[in-house]
């Protein structure tokens, strides 16, 4: 396999992993978050996404360097900075929320689903810069 086609299979990676993110997310807007079991997978989605997005990030911005598209490799590092940053900021605030939540704190489930819309609509922000960019990177060698 070529660079290029290493840097256009990294980034489908990326994007398949945002996008995965961004459909299953809803799914937790049909259910209670006062159920303990929920939120510890919701906790769980957030922790373990952050993760991957975090790592593939990284290997898109190396394959992305190694090809010689460095403005390209910069975007796929703030993505992965974001991700890592988000990972443990969100976990951090969800687990303060849940602990508030079996202590008896009434407004904890609504922190709780303001801290998954937040998740939710920060990570649209670089899914849709990405997907907005793609026309510019030139991937494909001519």
Known sequence: MTL????????IIVI????????SSPSFL????EVPTVTTLLRGQ???HFAFLGG???AATLAFVLSGRPVVAT????IAAYALTSRKWFCRHMD???AAR?????????RLRHLHWGAMLTHAVPLVVLLGSIPYMDLFPR
Do not use: E, H, K, P
Request: with cysteine; glycine share 8%; net charge negative.
């Open 30 to 33: 049909l259910v209670s978050l």
């Open 75 to 78: 975007g796929t590092a703030a």
């Open 56 to 58: 593939t990030s990284l």
């Open 16 to 23: 398949f992993n945002m996008l995965y993110f961004q459909i």
């Open 102 to 110: 079996d202590a008896g704190d009434r407004s904890a489930v609504r």
């Open 4 to 11: 290029d086609g290493l840097a256009l299979a990294a980034l």
């Open 96 to 98: 303060a929320a849940v």
């Open 46 to 48: 957030c922790w373990y």
